[in-house]
């Protein structure tokens, strides 16, 4: 069956560093990709997604996320984190239309001030 | 627009009492479903989905049940509440062929006391 990691349990940052949440996943053939978001006390909401194309995907509030085939890879990235990124972060797959969702364990990313 | 429905938003039930949660789609017809739970440190686990009115998938057993009366109503129960069963359940759906990336619901947090 397929899996996701992702590599970290809790990472703790200061404002203005960068940030790599790192996401691997177990199924060699096509898949979708995506990272969820969900700040304190708020629903899950979708950052960004990958389903073909350019492998390295733009999302919102500046995060961006690198399909590496070879690598079974899909990490996070963010050039400079702010206080408000605090939330915790579930990297996803699904190998496509009307197949389900398998979710990794989560990171939860603390900024400090 | 497609909305996704599910309440109550908090609840707190006695060991051994029953559990009804119900998720209602809006906006879109034969979406597939799903019930998660987010136990504390441990992300996201998928318990059931379905792909359509009286097809449901249970990936992890235990003591909760699932339904789909409707084509958009999920519901998620239980006979008799477990100390264990407390956390924070998600409904999410994904609209199959077409739009597969996921929605979810706000989300109930059930204490069992």
């Known amino acids: 069956a397929q899996s996701v990691s992702q590599h970290n349990h809790h990472v703790i940052l200061s404002e203005a560093a960068s940030l790599e949440l790192g996401c691997n996943y177990s199924y060699g053939g096509t898949v979708n990709l995506f990272w969820y978001v969900q700040y304190p006390g708020q629903h899950l909401q979708l950052l960004l997604k990958?389903?073909?194309?350019?492998?390295l995907v733009k999302g919102i509030k500046g995060f961006e996320a690198e399909f590496i085939k070879s690598k079974f890879s899909f990490n996070l990235r963010k050039p400079s984190v702010q206080w408000s990124d605090t939330a915790e972060y579930f990297c996803?797959?699904?190998?496509?239309?009307?197949?389900?969702?398998?979710f990794g364990p989560g990171t939860r990313l603390s900024v400090l001030p | 627009s497609q909305t996704i429905h599910q309440w109550p938003a908090t609840l707190v039930q006695p060991v051994g009492s029953p559990l009804s949660l119900e998720c209602t789609v809006e906006g879109t017809s034969n979406p597939n479903l799903y019930w998660y739970r987010q136990a504390a440190g441990r992300g996201l686990q998928l318990l059931f989905y379905s792909v359509g009115i009286g097809q449901i998938s249970s990936e992890v057993p235990q003591n909760l049940s699932a339904s789909r009366p409707q084509d958009r109503q999920f519901i998620l129960s239980s006979k008799k509440l477990l100390l264990s069963d407390s956390g924070f359940y998600l409904c999410?759906?994904?609209?199959?062929?077409?739009?597969?990336?996921?929605?979810f619901g706000q989300g109930t947090r059930l204490t069992v006391v």
């Open positions: 999410a759906w994904d609209g199959g062929q077409g739009a597969p990336e996921a929605f």
């Open positions: 990958y389903f073909s194309g350019d492998p």
């Open positions: 996803a797959v699904t190998l496509g239309y009307g197949q389900n969702f398998v």
